[in-house]
Antibody, heavy 122, light 108 residues
Framework: EVQLVQSGAEVKKPGESLKISCKGS????????IGWVRQMPGKGLEWMGF????????RYSPSFQGQVTISVDKSINTAYLQWSSLKASDTAIYYC???????????????WGQGTLVTVSS | SYVLTQPPLVSVAPGNTARITCVKS??????VHWYQQTPGQAPVLVIF???DRPSRIPERFSGSNSGNTATLTISGVEAGDEADYFC???????????FGGGTKLTVL
């Protein structure tokens, strides 16, 4: 069974750094694109970016380029989403997602993690 | 800007058919995916590549894409179908995924 298990909820202050994780299991981790989707409170879905674990090729949404870092450690089947300086507007649920196939521009998201709530407040 | 327009709310009586639209100029040239999100849960893929259905999704769910409108159709609506539904396409001009604003389906 495919599973994406994310790290737990975080409460941070503005300006702090943060790295959340997502561990994949039940499938061949290196050959599926894995990425992140943001959902701000009461709002819709926003694609942030994807990475291909086999070669660490990473694609960012223009809206998030330079704002976050997506990385992966294929030796432990884990993807990461990182901020160097959080803002209150980063408060949201962050979902780890896996793409169904090898084409990040065409294939749908077929598995979602449970979500990680990040709260940024002074 | 590249915007996918969905109606904010669709209401339907149990047993009837719900149609949720996703509008963008020439959307038929894009492959559209649909997700269902119930309150407090992660989204679930219900339709991909316009009209394909994951094996675990009931046949009541179907999709189409023509002209400027992609449509998610739910036949024989049940109370458990009450959720937010989002469409998704790839924006080739900016190399990014775009989601529609979402449609809340209420079952009367």
């Amino acid at each position: 069974e495919v599973q994406l298990v994310q790290s737990g909820a975080e409460v941070k202050k503005p300006g702090e750094s943060l790295k959340i994780s997502c561990k994949g299991s039940g499938y061949s981790f290196p050959i599926y694109w894995i990425g992140w989707v943001r959902q701000m409170p009461g709002k819709g879905l926003e694609w942030m970016g994807f990475t291909y674990p086999s070669d660490s090729d990473t694609r960012y949404s223009p809206s998030f380029q330079g704002q976050v870092t997506i990385s992966v450690d294929k030796s432990i089947n884990t993807a990461y989403l990182q901020w160097s300086s959080l803002k209150a507007s980063d408060t949201a649920i962050y979902y780890c997602v896996r793409l169904k196939g090898g084409s990040y521009w065409a294939d749908p998201i077929d598995y979602w993690g449970q979500g990680t709530l990040v709260t940024v407040s002074s | 800007s590249y915007v996918l327009t969905q109606p904010p709310l669709v209401s339907v009586a149990p047993g009837n058919t719900a149609r949720i639209t996703c509008v963008k100029s020439n959307i038929e040239s894009r492959s559209v995916h649909w997700y269902q999100q119930t309150p407090g849960q992660a989204p679930v893929l219900v339709i991909f590549h316009d009209s394909d259905r994951p094996s675990r999704i009931p046949e009541r769910f179907s999709g189409s894409n023509s002209g400027n409108t992609a449509t998610l159709t739910i036949s024989g609506v049940e109370a458990g179908d009450e959720a937010d539904y989002f469409c998704q396409v790839w924006d080739t001009s900016r190399d990014r995924w775009i989601f529609g604003g979402g449609t809340k389906l209420t079952v009367l």
